[in-house]
């Protein structure tokens, strides 16, 4: 694609803007949804034409400058613009317009008028949705530079969020005075035959015979915010033309669905002076684009009344296009239209003639668009990742981390970020972060599991925190170095994938038993380090596990081991209480009261010494007392 898609024929010195509404709606352009932002602007306002402007939003960083001859700007959003330095803001920076998935008309206004005092334009591209659309190289043009240009484009949003990104050449921090968005049809301009895989950049929206209008610049309307500027400065100056009007007459067939010409293109057109005279448009384009040009036309001069009375052929680029009899199409003061598609264009200016054949040639309006084919983006699930990354790891906004992390295909991916096509060659896929040194302190999300395609991922010497995710246990996975960070937990078995080469986690906070397979990696030739970490065991150069140890803390038969003990303890004084339960029960049912016993126990000794006493004192057979023991 062509690095040079800056209309720069577009010198306006006033500005546009489409109606302010965000009303969710399907059709975004029956909703009237427009935005108009005032970069680098301060409060809201209402322009002098009733276009509402809203103060500055959306932007990813960067900072307010202020033209440096603001007396030369008539409108207040020409005067005040958004800077991004590369130092501060990355490389890359986006307006990011939350809106409804439809089709836009979008129109910026840039201009540099030495508003930082350093007499030298910058240099920087601008993409949209991941597509290149306009790049301004240094030194602009001096009528540029100082009054500035409006450049604009047609584009589909198909995921509810818009992203206006500029791109710093070298240290040149991008500019950008305003954004304008309007709705338009979904099949304007032939989306329904050409499809909304493609972005119609504005290489020329002429009227002839009229001065500049349309919204923003004149009371005209324009149902997409296109603004109409005249056609002299494109035609050849050296055919004779005079200028036609209306005069009154209705024009019938304008301002109708898809397109919605505005009747005022109409209302005027340009003839040649001389019959024999060819009316010849020289119009700017860049090679090896395809573009679609729109031819408008009405028979507005009263003295046709009938078909044949004035026929000429339309050359596009030398080749014969068509041609044309208005009358015979529509008849008077009627709107015709007409496009052509120029393929591969391979010289520049594409001429466009309109040359006679019977009467004189007529045309009331012309726009040209270059057909640019949407760039591969980055595939859906991974810009998940990492946009999920870009939280959870703190991205500094030095490092640009904006907009598509690998769209354009033409710009380098996000700083310390490698992308390659996909497999299938229809997307982009990230193949490695190389973030060491970054002073990072977030943590790593389990996200990155949807980075299918990660060769290799650097995030040593920062200040990471928390567990390893799973989520690193993608097959793809060649190199990983973790070193130096504060990350804690044990290893999962996930990153012992068969096709990991290289593996650093040596000064970290890791614990728990280091998994077989990802110890066999330097087994096999390849290089791991665990050193640093006091809490990891069981392979060898490190200290054996804890009896029942496993990785994660006790392992499965250690746990095992401890809840058959607390439930052996617990069945052993379950028994104990219904052993003690029972033996009170028995001691109430049978046995006598501890005071009856006591007195029963006096008594039977008290007998027993009685009847000694009586046996001591009688007299036995002999005569004499008696000398047995009493047992």
Not at 13 to 28: E, I, R, V
Not at 99 to 117: A, K
Not at 326 to 332: A, L, T
Request: proline fraction near 6%.
């Amino acid at each position: 694609m062509s690095h040079h898609l800056v209309p720069l024929f577009l010198l306006l010195l006033s500005s546009a803007a489409g109606d302010a509404s965000s009303a969710p709606h399907s059709d975004p352009f029956t909703a009237g949804v427009g935005l108009n932002i005032d970069c680098g602007g301060t409060s809201n306002f209402t322009s002098e034409f009733g276009r509402p402007w809203v103060a500055d939003r959306y932007y990813s960083g960067g900072a307010v400058g202020l033209v440096a001859e603001p007396h030369h700007f008539r409108l207040p959003q020409e005067r005040t613009l958004r800077f991004f330095p590369p130092v501060s803001a990355g490389k890359k920076n986006c307006y990011s317009v939350p809106l409804p998935p439809g089709r836009y008309y979008l129109r910026t206004f840039t201009v540099y008028d030495n508003y930082d005092s350093k007499l030298r334009t910058p240099s920087f591209d601008v993409s949209f949705e991941g597509t290149l659309v306009f790049t301004w190289r240094s030194p602009w043009p001096e009528a540029t530079a100082r009054s500035g240009v409006y450049a604009d484009f047609i584009a589909a949003v198909p995921d509810g969020d818009a992203d206006l990104c500029f791109y710093s050449i070298a240290t040149d921090p991008p500019v950008i005075a305003s954004v304008e968005v309007a709705a338009i049809h979904p099949l304007a301009y032939g989306a329904a035959s050409s499809g909304v895989d493609l972005i119609l950049v504005n290489y020329g929206r002429l009227t002839a015979g009229s001065s500049l209008f349309g919204p923003g610049f004149t009371n005209d309307s324009d149902a997409f915010s296109r603004v109409w500027q005249p056609d002299a400065y494109f035609r050849r100056r050296d055919v004779p033309v005079k200028a036609l009007s209306t005069g009154g007459h209705q024009i019938l067939g304008a301002n109708q669905a898809p397109n919605y010409f505005p009747v005022k293109v109409y209302e005027t057109a340009v003839t040649t002076v001389n019959s024999a005279d060819a009316l010849m448009y020289l119009l700017p384009v860049d090679t090896r684009l395809d573009y679609m040009v729109w031819f408008h036309f009405a028979e507005i001069d009263s003295g046709v009344t009938m078909a044949g009375q004035r026929v000429f052929d339309v050359l596009i680029g030398g080749e014969n296009a068509t041609r044309i009899d208005i009358y015979k199409e529509v008849g008077g003061f009627t709107a015709f239209k007409w496009h052509y598609i120029v393929e591969n264009l391979t010289s520049t200016p594409l001429v466009v003639k309109l040359v006679p054949v019977v009467g004189k040639p007529i045309i009331c309006g012309l726009e040209n668009y270059a057909i640019v084919p949407l760039d591969l983006a980055t595939v859906p699930s991974q810009v998940m990742a990492m946009q999920a990354l870009k939280e959870s790891l703190r991205i500094p906004d030095r490092m640009g981390w904006h907009g598509d992390p690998c769209a354009p295909s033409t710009w380098d991916s996000w700083e310390g970020v490698t992308c390659h096509h996909s497999d299938n060659g229809q997307n982009l896929v990230v193949t490695q972060l190389d973030l060491g040194s970054q002073g990072l302190k977030g943590s790593i999300s389990d996200r990155i599991s949807l980075l299918t395609n990660l060769v290799s991922l650097n995030l040593s010497s920062n200040s990471l925190e928390g567990s390893l995710p799973s989520g690193l246990g993608q097959a793809s996975l060649v190199s990983l170095d973790l070193s130096s960070n504060q990350l804690t937990g044990s290893i999962p078995d996930c990153l012992g994938s068969s096709n990991l080469k290289v593996v650093l986690l040596n000064n970290n906070q890791l614990d728990g038993q280091v998994p077989e397979k990802l110890y066999s990696i330097g087994v096999h030739g390849g290089i791991i380090d665990l050193s640093g970490n006091k809490g990891l065991c069981g392979v060898p150069t490190l200290p054996a596990c804890p009896l029942f140890w496993d990785k994660q803390g006790l392992s499965a038969a250690g746990k095992i081991a401890i809840g058959l003990s607390c439930a052996f303890i617990l069945i052993m004084l379950l028994l104990l209480y219904l052993f003690c339960i029972r033996r009170q029960s028995d001691d109430y049912d049978f046995e006598f009261p501890q005071d009856l016993v006591s007195i029963a126990a006096k008594r039977n000794r008290y007998q027993r010494q009685k009847v000694m006493l009586v046996e001591m004192e009688a007299p036995n057979s002999n005569g004499f007392p008696s000398t047995s023991a009493t047992h």
